[in-house]
Nanobody, 119 residues
Framework: QVQLVESGGDLVQPGGSLRLSCAAS????????MGWYRQAPGKQRELVAI???????NYADSVKGRFTISRDVAKNTMYLQMNSLKPEDTAVYYC?????????????WGQGTQVTVSS
């Protein structure tokens, strides 16, 4: 089992920045990827960014150039640096992880952290 705990969500003005963290614990040694996902009210959950066990990254087109995913292996923590935030980035952000290459269907989920972009 893997436990994921997100933190860092907040209310921020448009154009602002925020950094989310996801602390992982448990049987994390065989994870193939970890990623950030988000779900806005009335919409389906969508993939935001992923990082593979080899360090490769992939981003949704809507966040390319604004968001950066990274990890600290020693701390078992993944981050999402979000810059130039827009109101449409408002959502609950979830940390997910999996043991195969199906980035869109993680088997482990965190509880989510709310990000609100508003003036």
């Amino acid at each position: 089992q893997v436990q994921l705990v997100e933190s860092g969500g907040d209310l921020v003005q448009p154009g602002g920045s925020l950094r989310l963290s996801c602390a992982a614990s448990g049987s994390i040694f065989s994870l193939a990827f970890m990623g950030w996902y988000r779900q806005a009210p009335g919409k389906q959950r969508e993939l935001v960014a992923i990082i593979t066990s080899g360090g490769n990254t992939n981003y949704a087109d809507s966040v390319k150039g604004r968001f950066t995913i990274s990890r600290d292996v020693a701390k078992n923590t993944m981050y999402l640096q979000m810059n130039s935030l827009k109101p449409e980035d408002t959502a609950v952000y979830y940390c997910g992880a999996g043991r195969n290459s199906d980035w869109y269907r993680p088997i482990y989920w965190g509880q989510g952290t709310q990000v609100t972009v508003s003036s």
